[in-house]
């Protein structure tokens, strides 16, 4: 853990907006696909967001976690290996530990959610009603 570092998160009321970064704290040389988990007390890491590495310059597939759809906007930018997190209509259930993910470009954990190569420390995000 450590070599991504999330930014964004915070308090925010119910119906509010917040928007996380995730970029690279130190030098990776190439980066496939990128997303977010969140793990919220006691309940499983969950995939909340994913996009696949659509070329060198922009693209790449999204897809998301049902409960978020229409909710959250997953974007990237590659020329700064960074992934954005746009979440709007907040709900106290997204109260959770948001943690960005990255795959090395040959591997598919993100995009199946079950692991990623390089992970960030996380960042907290309180939903109050």
């Known amino acids: 853990q450590g070599q991504l570092v999330e930014s964004g998160g915070g308090l925010v009321q119910a119906g509010g907006s917040l928007r996380l970064s995730c970029a690279p704290s130190?030098?990776?040389?190439?980066?496939?696909?990128m997303g977010w988990y969140r793990q919220a007390p006691g309940k499983q890491r969950e995939l909340v967001a994913a996009?696949?590495?659509?070329?060198?310059?922009?693209?790449?597939?999204?897809n998301y976690a049902d409960s978020v759809k229409g909710r959250f906007t997953i974007s990237r930018d590659y020329a700064k290996k960074t992934v954005y997190l746009q979440m709007n209509s907040l709900k106290p259930e997204d109260t959770a530990v948001y943690y960005c993910a990255a795959d090395a470009p040959v591997h598919r954990q993100v995009v199946d959610g079950t692991d990623g190569d390089y992970w960030g420390q996380g960042t907290q995000v309180t939903v109050s009603s």
């Open positions: 996009i696949t590495s659509g070329g060198t310059t922009s693209g790449g597939t999204t």
């Open positions: 130190r030098s990776i040389f190439s980066i496939g696909a």
